[in-house]
């Protein structure tokens, strides 16, 4: 064996070693360590497909900005429910498509897409001798000596958690919802709980609508006109930040808000009681520090952001609600069962299961120890493109696990040629080392030709499957298959090969039966 089939060696079995790490143990409705990204039709839940309402007068870059804007909010304010692995992606021009696995409400769903969004300034409650009021507050207060009756808007409590990192997390754990003068305490969800299920999180601040000091009208993002990633270059150190620009009555509330929460020299520096909340849906964006008394219609976030932290604040912040309305009802709504799910998960592992043993028994009956080489690179293959769909990920619907099934057999096709184009070899006197060499030269061309047309038709079907309302079967289908015939001319070429070199030179060399059943020798 040559030190360079040595090097490909290790390097495949490094390669079958890290994909048996990604995906194994294997649980049969999960498929992996953590699972594959599984489709609606494997795990249930809601698909939908909006259409967006442009003005007649929007012109085609404001609505390409227009749908990355309402992609961008909706993710935001799905992500706050925790739905796992949702996907939101623009269809066409014009097209959201969302789906949520798990979701088991439609309705609930519909209304989670289509609200407008809403996003809002905050600052910290302060009680009468101005110390920030917490959660705690409330939760021991025999008398509501820090309910401010004349404030309408509702309290929300963020708790600021570090994370394993170090970093700082906001969370919000609550609400203080009034009504006819009390109050009545919730979680996240805005759902009521007793005020004990809230006491771990008692020191989390009270954050209350930020609101202008001539006739208390609220800051919200209605009257935000830009908002844009900048640099601030004033220091030593670039520094990346987000410049605001207010409409002429946002400007004036803004002043105001600004040159109450202002720092105080004695201050000690960043304050969270003199910050802006940013808020949207509820959910706290940022907390950053009032820089100036006055800002006359503009102003800048700054902090410690990275480049693409700026470039999020900024969309978000113009993407408080949706940009354009969304036609009624969608093009396209479908619940689909979790238990229907379950069961195509169990028959298609069965069924890929099968297809590989009877795959690799045929081709070990037909071409002997050349099969069984040829088995080994099939296991590689089938490991290798399950790492690869739990790596991307590849979301897994049962249109795309036929597409893996399909492609198990097409794997073994060059292989069949490569094996056919060595018997013509070794029937005209050549070493088995001669014969390998030259049976995968004169099968590459076919190798190549075959696999490139299936590729080919992969694109277009995605293409389809892209523009299509209800084409993500079709995506599924063409993204799996596709990936199965590149992975497959891989093991051919490269794992086949490689196994096949190990015998040259080798006493089982001599013995060509052992390689092939001849079956034209009389």
């Known amino acids: 064996m040559t030190r360079k089939n040595t090097i490909v060696l290790l390097l495949i079995l490094i390669i079958f070693g890290f994909s048996l790490w990604v995906i194994l143990p294997v649980d049969a409705e999960r498929l992996g360590r953590e699972g594959l990204r599984l489709g609606l039709d494997l795990v249930g839940g809601v698909h939908l497909v909006y259409q967006a309402d442009f003005t007649e007068n929007a012109t085609g870059e404001e609505q390409r900005a227009d749908m990355n804007r309402a992609v961008t909010t909706i993710e935001k304010r799905i992500d706050k429910y925790g739905v796992v692995e949702p996907i939101i992606q623009q269809m066409g021009d014009d097209r959201i498509l969302v789906q949520l696995p798990g979701f088991t409400d439609i309705d609930a769903a519909k209304s989670l897409v289509e609200q407008t969004g809403y996003l809002e300034f905050r600052e910290v409650e302060l009680n009468q001798v101005g110390q920030p009021v917490t959660l705690g507050h409330y939760l ?9 009756k004349q404030e309408t808007g509702n309290r929300i409590f963020i708790a600021s958690l570090m994370d394993e990192e170090g970093n700082v997390e906001h969370k919000t754990v609550g609400f203080l919802v009034t009504e006819n003068g009390s109050i009545i305490l919730t979680d996240a969800a805005e759902n009521p709980v007793d005020k004990e299920e809230l006491r771990e999180y008692a020191a989390s601040l009270s954050w209350i609508v930020a609101r202008g000091e001539d006739n208390g009208a609220p800051l919200t993002g209605d009257l935000l006109s830009d908002a844009y990633p900048s640099l601030d270059q004033s220091g030593v150190i670039t520094r990346y930040q987000v410049s605001i620009e207010w409409n002429s009555e946002g400007s004036v509330i803004f002043d105001q808000i600004a040159a109450r929460l202002y720092p105080k020299p004695d201050s000690g520096g960043f304050d969270p009681e003199r910050a802006i909340g940013i808020f949207l ?14 800002f006359e219609g503009s102003g800048v976030i700054s902090g410690r952001f990275e480049h693409a932290e700026v470039e999020e604040l900024a969309n978000m912040l113009k993407s408080g609600a949706l940009p354009m309305p969304l036609k009624q009802p969608p093009l396209y709504q479908e619940k689909v069962s979790a238990t ?17 043993i009877l795959v690799m028994l045929f081709i070990i009956a037909y071409y002997r120890l050349s099969g069984f080489l040829a088995s080994l690179a099939l296991i590689f293959y089938g490991t290798l493109v399950l790492a690869i769909f739990k790596l991307i990920p590849v979301t897994l619907t049962l249109a795309g696990l036929g597409g893996f099934i399909l492609s198990i057999g097409m794997a073994v096709d060059a292989n069949i040629l490569i094996f056919e184009r060595m018997k013509e070899e070794l029937r005209m006197g050549r070493t ?29 079907l995605y293409w389809m499957g892209s523009v299509l309302v209800a084409g993500a079967p079709v995506k599924g289908f063409a993204a799996t298959l596709g990936i199965g015939v590149v992975v497959s001319m891989f093991t051919a070429i490269v794992v086949t090969r490689t196994l096949l070199r190990l015998f040259v030179g ?17």
């Open 140 to 148: 021991d207060a025999t008398e509501l000596q820090f309910f401010d």
């Open 506 to 522: 080798g006493p089982l060399s001599r013995r060509t039966a052992l390689f092939s059943v001849d079956r034209g020798k009389k």
């Open 340 to 356: 229907l799910g379950a069961d195509f998960i169990q028959m298609s592992w069965m069924a890929g299961l099968i297809g590989i």
């Open 281 to 294: 849906d509820n959910t706290l964006l940022s907390n950053p520090e009032i820089q100036a008394q006055r």
């Open 432 to 460: 088995f080392g001669a014969a390998i060499e030259a049976g995968f030269n004169r099968a590459w061309s076919a190798i190549r030709d075959s696999n490139i047309t299936t590729i080919i038709v992969c694109i277009i």
